[in-house]
T-cell receptor, first 114, second 113 residues
Framework: AQSVTQPDIHITVSEGASLELRCNYSYGATPYLFWYVQSPGQGLQLLLKYFSGDTLVQGIKGFEAEFKRSQSSFNLRKPSVHWSDAAEYFCAVSSNFGNEKLTFGTGTRLTIIP | DVKVTQSSRYLVKRTGEKVFLECVQDMDHENMFWYRQDPGLGLRLIYFSYDVKMKEKGDIPEGYSVSREKKERFSLILESASTNQTSMYLC????????????FGSGTRLTVV
């Protein structure tokens, strides 16, 4: 069965600093990978996704993620965070195309300090 | 703007009540999902549906049922609410033809007292 691990429960970074959120997945074949963001009291918004091809994917709000098959990782990065990036971030994996059931990680809460 | 709409943002119900959570999408999506979200546990899949009148159990279906009589509407039913069902409930949908990821509703925060 597929699974996702987000090892960092809570991360605090200064505004303007760089950010990397970690995500490791477990799946036997090539996965479909996603990052979602959830602002307080809101639903989840898709930041970016990886299906195939270029292993560095660009998303909205200046985020990017890199798929590394050898490390079973899909880490999310941003070169310079803004106060509005404070939110909870979820990594998710989907298995075979045609069965679009997503398995989510437990999330990483991001706090931005001035 | 495409939407997934959950009928209530906040609900407070009593133990033993039958509770209906409604979700409507306007994107003509085939696939719809119900998750619950709890701190430290992330999102866990309760039920999903690939078509009208179809339903499949997710990872934590106990204590829940679902109904999908129309393509755009997917209802989650708590047959007899219990305090351990206090949670945030998120509905999502996606196309069955082209998978771009889920579109989520804003969530329903249910408190069972």
């Amino acid at each position: 069965a597929q699974s996702v691990t987000q090892p960092d429960i809570h991360i605090t970074v200064s505004e303007g600093a760089s950010l990397e959120l970690r995500c490791n997945y477990s799946y036997g074949a090539t996965p479909y990978l996603f990052w979602y963001v959830q602002s307080p009291g809101q639903g989840l918004q898709l930041l970016l996704k990886y299906f195939s091809g270029d292993t560095l994917v660009q998303g909205i709000k200046g985020f990017e993620a890199e798929f590394k098959r050898s490390q079973s990782s899909f880490n999310l990065r941003k070169p310079s965070v803004h106060w509005s990036d404070a939110a909870e971030y979820f990594c998710a994996v989907s298995s075979n195309f045609g069965n679009e059931k997503l398995t989510f990680g437990t999330g990483t809460r991001l706090t931005i300090i001035p | 703007d495409v939407k997934v709409t959950q009928s209530s943002r906040y609900l407070v119900k009593r133990t033993g009540e039958k509770v209906f959570l409604e979700c409507v999408q306007d994107m003509d999506h085939e696939n719809m999902f119900w998750y619950r979200q709890d701190p430290g546990l992330g999102l866990r899949l309760i039920y999903f549906s690939y078509d009208v009148k179809m339903k499949e159990k997710g990872d934590i279906p106990e204590g829940y049922s679902v109904s999908r009589e129309k393509k755009e509407r997917f209802s989650l039913i708590l047959e007899s609410a219990s305090t351990n069902q206090t949670s945030m409930y998120l509905c999502a949908s996606t196309s069955g033809l082209t998978f771009y990821g889920y579109t989520f509703g804003s969530g329903t925060r249910l408190t069972v007292v």
